[in-house]
């Protein structure tokens, strides 16, 4: 069993999408505070530590995939001012940084295929294309 703070086991249960810790939480906090059985937020919950684990691995799932978001987007934001300055190098080490992390964007592998073509070097721009379609789809 974890024994946690009520206020992350909330957050766990608001954000994390686990279907077994809302199950949990329904039955041992909500429904005993619709029947006046708990009639305060406790200071700590004790989960089963099968539903924390679970919870906790979706939540930092969750984490990761908005922080790869953000950072895609700032690095796609970032080559886009670097293009309109003409800094087409930069361009392309922010571009190739984007699309190292992974996330299914295209608009980085575009960039980068365009680049690549312009400076004749078709052969990264057959790659880069190869990595899009598995990442995009």
């Keep these: 069993m974890a024994t946690i703070d009520y206020n992350y086991a909330a957050n766990l249960y608001v954000r994390s999408g686990s279907q077994l810790l809302k199950e949990w939480w329904n039955d041992n ?29 979706k939540y930092n799932a969750k984490i990761d995939e908005e922080y790869r978001l953000q950072r895609t987007a700032h690095l796609n934001t970032l080559g886009i001012q670097y293009e309109k300055m003409g800094q087409v190098q930069k361009a392309i080490e922010v ?4 699309a190292e992390i992974g996330y299914p964007a295209t608009h980085c592998y575009e960039r980068l295929r365009i680049l690549y073509r312009r400076q004749g070097d078709y052969e990264k721009a057959r790659l880069i294309q190869e990595k899009e379609r598995k990442i995009c789809g």
């Design 29 to 57: 906090i909500f429904a005993p505070m619709l029947r006046g059985e708990i009639k305060t937020e406790p200071k700590q919950v004790t989960i089963p530590d099968n539903i924390y684990i679970d919870a906790e691995e």
């Design 95 to 98: 571009y190739e940084q984007c």
